[in-house]
């Protein structure tokens, strides 16, 4: 990133939480977001649910974003069990997750959804967050950039530099996410993301990285060339878990920040991507 970027520490709760939980843990954030995070873009990414209930403690003024987990590529209509990106749009949304990898194994997003899907939450003056990444079967057989590449082509497709909000992408390779992932690490992760903002950079805000991301790894992974930030799962799932995941990439970034000759080699060396 250049200077003025942000870097993105957010979390999704995939299918857990109750509204209670939703509030408690959105009233914890928002005491804490009034000092901010320098340097840092945090976004929430609860279940539909509690959307509604988490923006009206977010809102206004915690510098908080809030995401929802999936939308519609239509506006509305006949779409029994859907949500339009307007109505996640109503209910406090400005980001729209993408094409996780959870939803492409069971509910099949496939990449046209996904492209249409991007589409759609632009066409609402919402910013995408696209998940893209390969199989295990893939990265053991070194084709980890050339499927990813083909991934975010797809969902790119037609999206022009000029775009505003410009989509981010989250770089989750599989056999890293949940119980049973593998944890990566910088090495597995570095050539497909420098592919990615190589190829796709002038089109994006930004690419961060997920997948078992933890406090024992999340400055390693910062500090990757072209990270923009980290997509949370497990460990954010804790209004604690969250804290302490933004506060430390928080003191990341500022020691980073500190001139080489003092503070070699923990730069920060996040690239560009779009103009502001
Ligand atoms: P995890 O989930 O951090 O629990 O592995 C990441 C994700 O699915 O985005």
């Known amino acids: 990133m250049t200077d003025g970027s942000l870097t993105w520490i957010g979390t999704s709760w995939k299918m857990n939480g109750s509204l209670a939980f939703a509030r408690a843990y959105a009233t914890g954030l928002r005491a804490r977001a009034g000092a901010g995070w320098p340097g840092i873009q945090p976004f929430l990414i609860p279940p539909a649910t509690a959307l509604a209930a988490v923006s009206a403690v977010l809102r206004p003024g915690s510098g908080v974003l809030l995401g929802a987990q999936n939308a519609h ?47 759609a939450t632009l066409r609402a003056g919402l910013r995408p967050l696209v998940c893209v990444g390969e199989s295990a079967e893939d990265f053991a057989a070194g084709r980890s950039a050339e499927v990813v590449t083909a991934q975010v082509s797809s969902a790119l497709a037609g999206v022009t530099p000029d775009q505003r909000p410009a989509p981010i992408v989250a770089y989750e390779p599989i056999w890293a996410i949940g119980d049973h992932g593998r944890e990566a690490t910088p090495e597995d992760i570095a050539a497909t993301v420098a592919t990615i903002a190589e190829r796709f950079g002038d089109r994006l805000e930004s690419v961060l990285y997920g997948g078992s991301v933890n406090r024992q790894n999340l400055t390693a992974i910062l500090d990757v060339p072209a990270v923009g930030g980290a997509f ?43 103009d502001h």
Request: charged share 20%.
């Open 73 to 119: 590529w239509e506006q509305r209509g006949a779409w029994t069990g859907e949500l339009s990106v307007d109505q996640v749009a109503d209910a406090g949304a400005t980001l729209v997750e993408i094409g996780h990898s959870e939803r492409r194994a069971w509910f099949g997003d496939t990449d046209e959804l996904v492209h249409r899907k991007v589409l």
């Open 232 to 274: 949370i799962g497990r460990a954010a799932w804790t209004l604690t878990g969250y804290l302490d995941l933004l506060d430390l990439a928080s003191e990341h970034l500022a020691c980073s920040d500190v001139p080489l000759a003092v503070h070699s080699p923990a730069v920060h060396h996040s690239v560009k991507l779009v």
